[in-house]
């Protein structure tokens, strides 16, 4: 077991210059002061994930050994539990902007994350790539144009996920599928014509795939809206670090809602796509049945882990919508509204000139 188990979350250091917090400086494995810019290295373990044994996790006695409390705020809006940093003077929903009472928080557990994938970049290059983003939105809202220039809409968050590691074993019974093609005429008369046609041969197959699956990604928290989009929902997570809470100053912190067990079923349904392809790959042929798979898991580990996003949102017209940017890769995915006239005066424009192309080719015609 590493000594990262004993790093809490809640730990802040301060600056030994000015007695400011020091911050993450994203991109770096460094703290930042805010006022005078003195940096201090965050130290790193290498290879110090935490891997913890999923069976004893699953009872209540094995969730206690590596865990802590947290002072957290409920979204009610939306459902969103969040850790927010004391430094944040304006307390809203990180996905839907609804006010967060500071009299409402409470205590909570949570199994202190075993690793972090640090934000690659600031929230002003965020922000610079929601901005060029709304740019190119066709008909896109004035009104969203203007929001997009407040850099303060643009917030950092850690979203909690849950990795899983196993060996696979399985026995598989299927058919292997070859193609072969066959010659026929068809039609009568002028119609009459050869067409080639593709078959199939099949043969019995059955047989035994092992493996080790690496780091099966399931989300470990809902709300009712603003779900972080499939599309930017992708990290290398090759780059994540062992666990510092060093890496979460400056940033807001999500705690999963959705639980290690509910995200363990999750990833049996990934382990069975997986296996799925293992045995269809050991089949071979063009083409592949599967009858049956009977997959066991063994050595089952897993991780609570943290990666990051950059969260905007905008209200128009009584609807939110959301914009995510990926803290690493910088991909950004997003809800976005029209604009009613300018899709109007855009229509009107164009009968316009159809109207005026008509009119010129008929004058031009002697009508």
């Known amino acids: 077991m590493n000594t990262t188990s ?5 730990l802040k250091k301060t600056c030994v210059n000015c007695g400011a917090e020091l911050l993450y400086a994203p991109g770096t494995t460094s703290l930042k002061c805010g006022y005078c810019d003195h940096t201090e290295a965050i130290l790193t373990i290498e290879n110090g994930y935490e891997e913890l044994e999923l069976k004893e996790y699953l009872s209540d006695m094995g969730s206690q050994s590596h865990s802590e409390e947290i002072m ?18 304006s307390l809203h929903c990180i996905y839907c902007s609804m006010p967060l009472i500071v009299e409402d928080a409470y205590k909570d557990e949570w199994i202190i994350p075993g690793a972090v994938l640090p934000f690659q970049f600031d929230q002003k290059k965020a922000h610079a790539i929601f901005k060029n983003w709304v740019k190119k939105l066709w008909f896109a809202p004035n009104k969203l144009k203007k ?9 950092g968050l850690y979203a909690p996920y849950w990795t899983f590691d196993a060996q ?11 193609y072969y093609y066959v010659t026929k005429t068809v039609g009568s008369g002028k119609n009459r014509r050869t067409v080639t046609e593709r078959r199939t041969r099949w043969y019995p197959a059955s047989g035994t795939i092992s493996g080790f699956i690496d780091d ?11 779900i972080i989009p499939s599309k930017i929902a992708r990290w290398n997570l090759k780059l994540l670090q062992p666990f510092d809470s060093s890496f979460l100053s400056g940033f807001i912190t999500e705690k999963y809602t959705i ?6 079923l999750k990833s049996q349904e990934e382990a ?12 071979g042929g063009d083409t592949q049945n599967i009858f049956s798979i009977d997959m066991e898991l063994t050595e089952e580990t897993f991780k609570h882990i943290l990666l990051p996003v950059y969260i905007s949102n905008y209200t128009f017209k009584n609807k939110r919508y959301n914009f995510f940017v990926n803290g690493q890769s910088g991909v950004i995915s997003g809800q976005r509204p029209y ?8 229509v009107v424009a164009i009968l316009a000139v159809i109207g005026l192309i008509i009119f010129f080719t008929d004058k031009g015609q002697g009508y």
């Open 6 to 10: 004993s790093q809490k979350s809640e």
């Open 72 to 89: 957290m705020l409920h979204c009610k809006n939306c459902g969103a539990n969040q850790h927010i940093e004391e430094h944040y003077k």
């Open 147 to 155: 929001a997009s220039l407040d850099i303060q809409n643009t917030k």
């Open 168 to 178: 696979l074993h399985a026995d598989y019974t299927g058919q292997r599928g070859k």
């Open 216 to 226: 099966t990604l399931t989300k470990a928290s809902k709300q009712r809206t603003g």
């Open 259 to 264: 639980s290690l067990q509910d995200g363990h």
């Open 272 to 283: 069975r796509k997986i296996a799925d392809r293992w045995a269809r790959q050991d089949i």
């Open 339 to 346: 604009s009613f006239w300018k899709i109007f005066f855009l």
